[in-house]
């Protein structure tokens, strides 16, 4: 199974900092990832997939990119809103399909 | 507008059962391939099952594989899961979640998402 390692696991930011987040592929996944938001209590958004295309909808604060093991979520000036879970999740191969542990962005 | 509704959720004994149901609407069901993905309390994401559209093909995750079984209704726009055998690291929300792109196959990132049903696995 692809593992997915993120990093850090947690941070603190303030509103209007640059964030960027760390997703390692154990194996490479050539463009194959996506990218979440999850607030506490609610289901996980779709942000980012194909590692840099941009969910309809999503603001354009946030960008994706990377391809083959190595990937990164940077959010360009973070809002209150951003605060949050992150979660990248390949789907190059499966089963199974997987999910990184995830990034709490909490506010400073 | 797409909404996916989990119900089946509880309380269970170690070595139970449980059925969970995800009834969903405002799309094509039978076009998109289906997962459940859950989440321990407290924990990350953990995708369990996907199924493809047109319910031909089934993938499990090894933590599950010969316990569980997915399944759907495409005349009822509805999936589910049987759970069997219960385990106390069972326990978790499950959420049903929708393919992000339209394909019989599995594409396995998802756009749309249920509001989950906790499930406890405990004595």
Redesign the interface.
């Known amino acids: 199974a692809i593992q997915l390692t993120q990093s850090p696991s947690s941070l603190s930011a303030s509103v209007g900092d640059r964030v960027t987040i760390t997703c390692r592929a154990s194996q490479g996944i050539s463009s194959a990832l996506a990218w979440y938001q999850q607030k506490p209590g609610k289901a996980p958004k779709l942000l980012i997939y194909d590692a840099s295309s941009l969910e309809s909808g999503v603001p354009s604060r946030f960008s994706g990119s990377g391809s083959g093991t190595d990937f990164t979520l940077t959010i360009s000036s973070l809002q209150p809103e951003d605060f949050a879970t992150y979660y990248c999740q390949q789907f190059n191969s499966y089963p199974p399909l997987t999910f990184g542990g995830g990034t709490k962005v909490e506010i400073k | 507008e797409v909404q996916l509704v989990e119900s089946g959720g509880g309380l269970v004994q170690p070595g139970g059962s449980l059925r969970l149901s995800c009834a969903a609407s405002g799309f094509t069901f039978s076009s998109y391939a289906m997962?459940w993905v859950r989440q321990a309390p407290g924990k990350?994401?953990?995708?369990v099952s996907?199924i493809s559209g047109s319910g031909g093909s089934t993938?499990?995750?090894?933590s599950v594989k010969g316990r569980f079984t997915i399944s759907r209704d495409n005349s009822k726009n509805t999936l589910y899961l049987q759970m069997n055998s219960l385990r106390a690291e069972d326990t978790a929300v499950y959420?049903c979640a929708k393919d992000?792109r339209i394909s019989d196959i599995?594409?396995?990132?998802?756009?749309g998402?249920?509001?989950?049903t906790l499930v406890t696995v405990s004595s």
């Open positions: 997962s990350g994401l953990e995708w996907a993938y499990y995750a090894d959420y992000a599995l594409t396995g990132y998802y756009l998402w249920g509001q989950g």
